[in-house]
């Protein structure tokens, strides 16, 4: 006789009262095994809405004023939190700028003089009394540097001020001087007090100084180079050196400081109804910080490169034999051919076109610093078109991805247009990552 089939619920099971089931323990299992499959899966979820950018270019090319603009468009908010941060390193800033005239105007002045029209144009009547009293302020600069880097220093060259980050934590926003009680205040905090003190005791020497015909004269012969940013805050100083004082957004952009290693800002950006969480890594760009770069490579979803073609007439600070447009394209060289790179979205960023524009209109030619461009006309179109081609040409030759490659000539002071070309960015490459993961 052949047996029929044993119904499902005729099987037998393990009881709860069997000594080999313990129902509270079965429970807990299964509620562990969900957990653990709701947690993969709002990783998952995570992962796909993480849109990681990387920043990547030289020393001063506008990487980090990039991260600003950024921050303004997509986390007001967080700009605002920070700006009284911003006060010491403005003032480091200008007091920079008066020492690098000073130390000009004492260079000057060993000068051998050719003619007796040259005496009088190279006149430095009542620059004496000025420099005496400025020369206090002049060297705060390493104590300054120092306190706002949290005591770290680079060898090789006089101090300057290296964020990294939480460096806002190293002054207090809200303390402005005279102090209170000294005793429990930090160092820091004095020595940015006493710097914002100077200044504001000082501000119109500083206003004499810059005003000085010798420190036009300087400026005009290209003797006195002051950063970028320099005269913007020197023209500024009588706004900036007030008590009071609270950096405005233009400051902000102004500022130049360096950054050391890789820095992540995150901001949240909301594409079609969904909130993408839009990690952005400004990183140094010295030639000895380069190889810290590597380990974000892998997993990246953007580069954006910062070249700024503005510096055809500079060198590298790192090697004065570098021509700073030569090292521009070298990197974006190494950028483009690098393998753990080939999936990344690329965008090409021709940067400080204002500057470019005023040292052509000054007459500076480009033939003098870059002799492959030859006799072509020493007009903005023409020569920010001959960079612009160098760079296409790279990637078309050296692009393991073969990836399409956005261009957009830029000046990160302007806000409206930087911020234009952000959300244009911005857009492409959260499409092109939405594309990659699946969800369109």
């Known amino acids: 006789m052949v047996n029929a089939p044993m119904r499902r619920e005729d099987i037998p099971i393990l009881q709860p009262e069997s000594d080999f089931f313990d129902a509270e323990a079965h429970n807990i299992s299964n509620s562990i095994d969900e957990e653990l499959r709701k947690e993969s899966q709002r990783r998952k979820d995570a992962t796909r809405r993480e849109v990681k950018v990387m920043l990547l270019g030289q020393a001063e090319s506008g990487k980090s004023t990039l991260q600003k603009q950024f921050q303004l468009y997509y986390a007001s908010h967080s700009l605002e939190h920070e700006r009284p941060s911003w006060k010491p390193i403005v003032h480091f800033n200008i007091i920079k700028a008066v020492r690098m005239i000073l130390d000009e105007l004492d260079y000057d002045l060993s000068r051998p003089v050719i003619t007796s029209s040259e005496q009088s144009d190279a006149s430095q009547d009542g620059v004496g009394p000025l420099r005496a009293r400025l ?19 680079i060898g090789g060259g006089r101090a300057g001020v290296f964020v990294r980050t939480g460096w806002q934590s190293l002054v ?4 402005s001087w005279p102090l209170g009680n000294v005793q429990s205040t930090t160092k820091a905090q004095i020595v940015t007090t006493m710097a914002a003190k100077s200044l504001y005791n000082l501000r119109y020497d500083i206003v004499e100084i810059w005003e000085h015909p010798a420190v036009k004269r300087l400026i005009a012969l290209r003797h006195l180079k002051l950063e970028e940013s320099g005269s913007y805050f020197l023209d500024n100083i009588v706004r900036i050196a007030e008590p009071d004082y609270v950096p405005i957004t233009d400051d902000i952009l102004n500022v130049r400081v360096q950054t050391l290693g890789v820095i992540e800002h995150s901001f949240p950006i909301n594409m079609g109804g969904t909130v993408y969480d839009w990690k952005l890594y400004d990183v ?13 490579f892998e997993d990246a979803t953007a580069i954006i490169f910062l070249a700024p073609i503005s510096a055809f007439d500079q060198y590298l600070e790192e090697d004065g034999r570098t021509n700073r447009i030569d090292d521009s394209l070298k990197l974006f060289t190494a950028i483009v051919s690098n393998k753990l790179l080939k999936n990344a979205h690329l965008v090409l960023l021709l940067n400080k076109t204002d500057l470019l524009r005023k040292k052509l209109e000054a007459g500076t030619r480009v033939q003098k ?16 078109e001959y960079f612009r081609a160098h760079f296409l040409q790279v ?12 261009v957009h000539f830029t000046s990160m002071l302007d806000i409206v247009a930087t911020q234009k070309i952000i959300v244009a960015v911005g857009e492409a490459i959260i499409r092109q990552h939405i594309s990659r993961i699946g969800l369109l």
């Open 135 to 153: 020369l206090q302020l002049a060297a705060m600069e390493d104590a300054l540097a120092a306190e706002l880097s949290g005591g770290l220093s």
């Open 395 to 406: 990637h078309k030759r050296k692009d393991v991805g073969q990836r399409h490659l956005f």
């Open 284 to 296: 140094g760009g010295a030639r000895g910080q380069r190889h810290a770069w590597m380990p974000y």
């Open 172 to 175: 207090t926003t809200s303390r």
């Open 369 to 384: 610093y870059i002799v492959s461009y030859g006799e072509r006309p020493n007009r903005f179109d023409d020569v920010s």
